[in-house]
Structures are given as C-alpha cells and as structure tokens.
C-alpha cells in the first residue's frame, strides 16, 4: 500500500511564503515523476510544477520565478517552496507520484489526500 502524505499548508498573507512537502511510504520500488497540482472552488485541477527522479522541473506559467519544486530521492519527499503568495493561488494542493512498488509491476499513478492554502489578509 502506497500514501502520498502532505503538510505544510496554512493560511497566508499575500505576499508570503509557504512550503509544502509530500512524504511516499509503503511499498515503493521506484518513483519517476513526482509533481504538485491544485484546484480551486469551482475549477479543474491544474499543473502547478513537476519534477523527475533526474531533477528535470517545468512549471505552470502562473507560478514561475514564485514557486521552486525540489525532492529528496532518498525520503521518497517532493517540496514546494511558495513565495510572494497571491490571492489567487487560494486552493487545495495535491501531490502527485509516478511511482513502481516492484520491479515487475507497471508504473502508477498516486495522489495524496490534498492541503489546504489559503492567502489572504
């Protein structure tokens, strides 16, 4: 059994910072992609960055130069780092893993159960 756990979510002034991290446990033979999406009240979940066992980032255009994605092989941990936080990155963030739990067996894709950012004053 595979769980993408996150923390770090809060409430936040505009202008602020948060970090996000998203810990994989369980049975886990390998993990390829690993990446960060969010959804907002009344709209589709949506790419916020993604990042490669190899260290390969890409980003949506609405948080580039803001957000950095990072991931430490050996915990199995993605992180976003959030900064000058906007009213309009408000959502519910989800990890997201590309991941093997053996050799033999295809790769899955994994979420986390979400947390929650809010910025406002």
């Known amino acids: 059994q595979v769980q993408l756990v996150e923390s770090g979510g809060g409430l936040v002034q505009p202008g602020g910072s948060l970090r996000l991290s998203c810990a994989a446990s369980?049975?886990?033979?390998?993990?390829?992609?690993m990446g960060w999406y969010r959804q907002a009240p009344g709209t589709q979940r949506e790419l916020v960055a993604r990042i490669t066992s190899g260290g390969s980032t890409n980003y949506a255009d609405a948080v580039k130069g803001r957000f950095t994605i990072s991931r430490d092989n050996g915990e199995n941990t993605v992180y976003l780092q959030m900064n000058s936080l906007k009213p309009e990155d408000t959502a519910v963030y989800y990890c997201?893993?590309?991941?093997?739990?053996?050799?033999?067996?295809?790769?899955?894709?994994?979420w986390g159960q979400g947390t929650q950012v809010t910025v406002s004053s």
């Open positions: 997201n893993a590309d991941l093997q739990t053996s050799g033999y067996y295809p790769i899955r894709n994994y």
């Open positions: 369980g049975s886990i033979f390998s993990i390829n992609v």
